[in-house]
């Protein structure tokens, strides 16, 4: 008996490191077909579907044709082809966009939203039209009569409730006026008891133990029964990430601690929440809104979106440094050792562009789709 217990720890230890020293990928795409690459940019998953979107928990939604399925890091259709959306897995479950039978389309919709598990196999009998990704066992809905609410892992609908967030840190935000300005923010559990009164004009989700919010005063951080627990004396704050969170103060962006403590000084013009061990800062000047209060948009022959950007990103690490001096007009977050980066000229903020690629942290392009 203590030897089988023993082998079965021996194989449960095997499969936990060889999940672990799973290779990452990254999606690409050239001449109209995607696949994936690894750190080093080379293509480990050739480029043979329509579409491809990142790896999530060992699968990766792909489309071929018009229908959308998931890929193993092998390559291999593991769930066929054939819903018409597919999010990535969190939590062992996806949402997934459901034909209605036989391809009808009724009222100008091709079908429903539902959830599907790592077998294919649709867990809900609800049609939703809306889903959210799972988090904290929890799943944000809209159901065909436009009741707002949450599912658990089984597919049923637990909580009704019209929040602005999924669940994160067992809090979810919700506004008492959607986007208009005199709405004020507050936030439920997950019994849907409201233990964050709306009491506050600007507020993200709770991420290690800390949500930025603000009142008249200013910006500062609570913890998730409503104490502060940094106080009000920001301009602007972001959410904390691996310890770190941005603030701004004065119109430039720096890096506070958990204590408050400003660790790296405002100096930036922009930033992004820490990722892998890399924030991606601007260098610049702020931008400023135009006469009308909207941003200088361009749309390209190519039917891109794009606006102008005063200065270039670059990427530091946790004391402030350059690790990628900043000479990039765009760049994704880091994950896994690699960001995405834009190679034309212009800041995309929608469509598609032609020139791109990825970058290591030596500031290395990788892979480019040129």
């Known amino acids: 008996m203590k030897t089988t217990l023993l082998l079965m720890f021996l194989l449960w230890v ?18 109209d077909k995607a696949g994936y690459i690894d750190q080093t940019g080379k293509v480990v998953i050739p480029l043979k579907f329509d579409e491809a979107w990142g790896f999530a928990e060992g699968l990766a939604p792909v489309r071929v044709g018009e229908d959308w399925g998931y890929t193993n890091k092998k390559g291999e259709i593991v769930i066929k082809p054939q819903f018409f959306q597919a999010d990535s897995f969190s939590e062992g479950i996806a949402s997934v966009g459901i034909y209605w039978p036989r391809r009808k389309i009724i009222d100008a919709t091709v079908g429903y939203y539902g959830y599907v598990d790592k077998n294919g196999r649709v867990i809900t009998k609800d049609k939703f039209d809306v889903a959210f990704d799972f988090s904290n066992g ?27 967030s999924g ?34 004009h600007f507020g993200t989700n709770f991420l290690e133990g800390l949500a930025c919010v603000s009142k008249e005063k200013g910006f500062g951080y609570i913890d998730t029964e409503g104490n502060t627990k940094i106080d009000f004396v920001f301009d602007g704050c972001d959410v904390f990430s691996e310890g770190l969170a941005a603030v701004r103060v004065d119109g430039k962006y720096g890096f506070i601690d958990e204590s408050g403590k400003m660790v790296i000084e405002p100096q930036f013009a922009e930033v992004r929440p820490f990722s892998d061990g890399a924030a991606i800062v601007r260098i610049g000047e702020p931008e400023k809104p135009t006469e009308d209060g909207l941003r200088d948009v361009t749309i390209t022959p190519e039917r891109n979106m794009t606006v102008a950007k005063d200065g270039v990103y670059g990427v530091i690490d946790k004391t402030g440094k350059f690790i990628i001096p900043p000479r990039f007009v765009q760049i994704g977050s880091f994950y896994d050792g690699l960001a995405w980066v834009n190679l034309s000229d212009s800041y995309l903020v929608h469509g598609e562009t032609d020139q791109w690629g990825y970058v290591n942290k030596k500031g290395v392009i990788v892979w480019k789709s040129f």
């Not at 936990?16 to 990928?25: C, D, H, K, R």
């Not at 599912?151 to 929040?163: M, Q, S």
């Not at 208009?180 to 008891?193: A, L, R």
């Open 14 to 31: 095997l499969a936990y490191f060889v999940q672990a020293q799973e290779p990452a990928l990254f999606p690409v795409k050239k001449n």
């Open 138 to 164: 929890l799943a944000m809905i809209q159901t065909e009569d436009s009741k707002d609410g949450f599912i658990d892992h089984t597919g049923k609908i637990v909580l009704y409730f019209d929040a602005w």
């Open 167 to 200: 669940f994160s840190n067992d809090r979810a935000m919700f506004k008492t006026n959607s986007n208009m300005p005199d709405s004020k923010i507050g936030y439920i559990d997950k019994t849907g008891n409201v233990v964050i009164p709306a009491q506050y």
